[in-house]
T-cell receptor, first 113, second 111 residues
Framework: EDQVTQSPEALRLQEGESSSLNCSYT??????LFWYRQDPGKGPEFLFT???AGEEKEKERLKATLTKKESFLHITAPKPEDSATYLC??????????????FGKGTHLIIQP | DTEVTQTPKHLVMGMTNKKSLKCEQH?????MYWYKQKAKKPPELMFV???????INESVPSRFSPECPNSSLLNLHLHALQPEDSALYLC??????????FGPGTRLTVL
């Protein structure tokens, strides 16, 4: 069974204070690891897909990296508008086809001005 | 058109009502999904449609009935729901069956 663990559960930073969110995963065969941003009461917004260890993706102040056991979402010089819940999800080969994602519980990020 | 749309945004229904949630995408994606999300919890998979055929049903109670009339449209029919079914219902679509793109959700309240 696929498992995804995110840490910390909550993180409060000052504006401009860089940090990293962690996503540890256990899957039988990784088809993809995904990062999403979710604002309260809204659907998850797609950020990145990572497929293999060593891969990195960047978008504005966010950078996602992947190893064989975990992924990090680095946030550089965050702004208050970066406040949200960040979800990590995996898709594995165990499902055999189009099937669902396994999500972590998320990291609730608050950026204070 | 690069988004998944869901209607209605909010729905309040009684336990004896019948209602439907609607999801549309015009990106030519081959797979569509229904997820349920309770407050402060991650999304949980309910159903998967691949090429308009139901491929996964995650042991969801029969009071939830999915329908895929065509490749762009996905419905979720609701009947005799319980208060514990109150949640955010999310639709997603995928071009490859891998990365998924979510709609804004329907906030359902069952009285």
């Amino acid at each position: 069974e696929d498992q995804v663990t995110q840490s910390p559960e909550a993180l409060r930073l000052q504006e401009g204070e860089s940090s990293s969110l962690n996503c540890s995963y256990t899957v039988s065969g990784l088809r993809g690891l995904f990062w999403y941003r979710q604002d309260p009461g809204k659907g998850p917004e797609f950020l990145f897909t990572l497929y293999s260890a060593g891969e990195e993706k960047e978008k504005e102040r966010l950078k996602a990296t992947l190893t064989k056991k975990e992924s990090f979402l680095h946030i550089t010089a965050p702004k208050p508008e970066d406040s949200a819940t960040y979800l990590c999800a995996v898709h594995s080969y165990s499902g055999g086809g189009a099937d669902g994602l396994t999500f972590g519980k998320g990291t609730h990020l608050i950026i204070q001005p | 058109d690069t988004e998944v749309t869901q209607t209605p945004k909010h729905l309040v229904m009684g336990m004896t009502n019948k209602k439907s949630l609607k999801c549309e995408q015009h990106m030519g994606h081959r797979a569509m999904y229904w997820y349920k999300q309770k407050a402060k919890k991650p999304p949980e998979l309910m159903f998967v449609y691949s090429y308009e055929k139901l491929s996964i049903n995650e042991s969801v109670p029969s009071r939830f009935s999915p329908e895929c009339p065509n490749s762009s449209l996905l419905n979720l029919h609701l009947h005799a729901l319980q208060p514990e079914d109150s949640a955010l219902y999310l639709c997603a679509s995928s071009p490859t069956g891998n990365e998924q793109f979510f709609g804004p959700g329907t906030r359902l309240t069952v009285l």
